[in-house]
């Protein structure tokens, strides 16, 4: 293992990865919503028809191999014609932050960008989260303030679903 070295993940990747998820999610102060499981991430990531991708950071530790991660998956724009990558979690440890380890993945991902010809590199922020939106203005990203996320989830995705009202 190369320490730094930025690469796709791999299946012997996944537990690892998955633990980082907890991680972060305990930092998002969610960890409560971090349910998915190794194997949900291995069907998604490997499985026979991937819907997820990842990069990696190897970086020895003495209690993990890898320093850090990018999920990432494709959305498409109808406005550029064209696919976009939308980044669910950037995620380096704590101990590696300022390594530099942060901007190589988000610039792995802009250059998968280039190289595919997407037109975009999406993900959104905790508005709390202010050292992550500072990390993320110095590298050109622009927060979209005129857009507002919404979401359907558990029984309201299921009623709607059924076509039940509220």
């Given amino acids: 293992m190369t320490d730094g070295l930025i690469r796709r993940a791999e299946p012997d990747d996944v537990d690892e990865i998955v633990?980082?998820?907890g991680d972060l999610a305990e930092y998002e102060h969610a960890r409560h919503e971090a349910v998915a499981?190794?194997?949900?991430?291995?069907q998604a990531l490997f499985?026979?028809?991937?819907?997820?991708?990842?990069h990696v950071v190897e970086h020895e530790g003495p209690d993990?191999?890898?320093?850090?991660?990018?999920?990432?998956?494709?959305n498409f724009s109808t406005w550029l014609g064209v696919n976009g990558?939308?980044?669910?979690?950037?995620?380096v440890r704590p101990s590696l932050r300022g390594s530099g380890y942060g901007s190589?993945?988000?610039?792995?991902?802009?250059?998968?960008?280039?190289?595919?010809g997407y037109g975009r590199l999406?993900?959104?922020?905790?508005?709390?989260?202010?050292?992550?939106?500072?990390?993320?203005?110095?590298?050109?990203?622009q927060a979209l303030t005129e857009w507002i996320p919404?979401?359907?989830?558990?029984?309201?995705?299921?009623?709607?679903a059924r076509g039940d009202s509220r």
Avoid: K
């Fill in 85 to 91: 990558i939308y980044l669910e979690d950037l995620y």
């Fill in 64 to 74: 993990h191999r890898l320093g850090g991660f990018a999920l990432w998956f494709l």
């Fill in 37 to 42: 499981t190794p194997d949900q991430f291995r």
């Fill in 47 to 54: 499985g026979p028809r991937p819907t997820v991708y990842a």
């Fill in 122 to 141: 999406e993900w959104w922020v905790l508005d709390w989260n202010a050292p992550s939106r500072d990390f993320y203005a110095a590298h050109g990203a």
């Fill in 150 to 160: 919404y979401r359907v989830t558990g029984d309201a995705l299921t009623a709607l």
């Fill in 19 to 21: 633990a980082m998820v």
């Fill in 104 to 116: 190589t993945l988000l610039r792995t991902l802009a250059a998968e960008c280039v190289e595919n």
